[in-house]
């Protein structure tokens, strides 16, 4: 048997997305040392939620190629000159 709960709310727990399209992102060093050429990518568009991580289309202007990637693979750039 089924049970519904009568005051039940929609859920919204879905993460929202921190970073802005246009902002100026680098990709996390996965070994936790500083990378030797910390690549500049730019938020093209927000994607959906994947296994509880929000999603952005991201682009390099050194790749002739867009990436799909999850916000926690994303840092802030400080300085989009760097």
């Given at each position: 048997?089924?049970?519904?709960?009568?005051?039940?709310?929609?859920?919204?727990?879905?993460?929202?997305?921190?970073?802005?399209?246009?902002?100026?992102?680098?990709?996390?060093?996965?070994?936790?040392?500083?990378?030797?050429?910390?690549?500049?990518?730019q938020?093209?568009?927000?994607?959906?939620?994947?296994?509880?991580?929000?999603?952005?289309?991201?682009?390099?202007?050194?790749?002739?190629?867009e990436?799909?990637?999850?916000?926690?693979?994303?840092?802030?750039a400080?300085?989009?000159?760097?």
């Open positions: 048997m089924i049970r519904f709960q009568q005051n039940a709310r929609p859920r919204t727990d879905t993460p929202a997305h921190l970073f802005a399209i246009g902002q100026t992102v680098r990709m996390k060093s996965r070994t936790g040392l500083v990378q030797k050429t910390a690549e500049l990518f938020i093209k568009s927000k994607l959906p939620v994947k296994d509880g991580s929000p999603q952005y289309r991201i682009r390099s202007d050194e790749e002739t190629h990436r799909v990637t999850t916000e926690d693979n994303l840092e802030v400080d300085d989009p000159s760097a």
